[in-house]
């Protein structure tokens, strides 16, 4: 039987610079994930619960309101919602 060897580590930074050639592309924007838009798509749906939620606050007490301000009622409210859009 032989032994199971472990694959070489991946190496994260390189000990030359890449070249003008290797940093080349035709695609604008530089694509840097392959599901790119999908998260793009989730962090606007999320800022716009977060902005629905506090609006809606700011309406009912009359104030200015952040994240940090909420009770925790309305925090878990925030939360549960947007456990729905990240996953």
């Not at 838009?37 to 800022?47: P, S």
């Not at 716009?48 to 940090?68: A, N």
Request: hydrophobic letters at 30%; glycine letters at 2%.
């Amino acid at each position: 039987m032989k032994a199971k060897v472990a694959p070489p580590p991946k190496t994260v930074l390189s000990s030359t610079p890449p070249t003008s050639e290797e940093l080349k592309t035709d695609e604008f924007p530089i694509p840097v994930s392959a599901d790119y838009t999908e998260i793009v798509q989730k962090a606007d749906l999320t800022a716009r619960i977060i902005d629905q939620h506090l609006d809606f606050e700011e309406r009912s007490q009359g104030r200015k309101m952040r994240p940090m301000t909420l009770c925790p009622e309305q925090g878990n409210s925030l939360a549960s919602d947007l456990s729905e859009v990240t996953r």
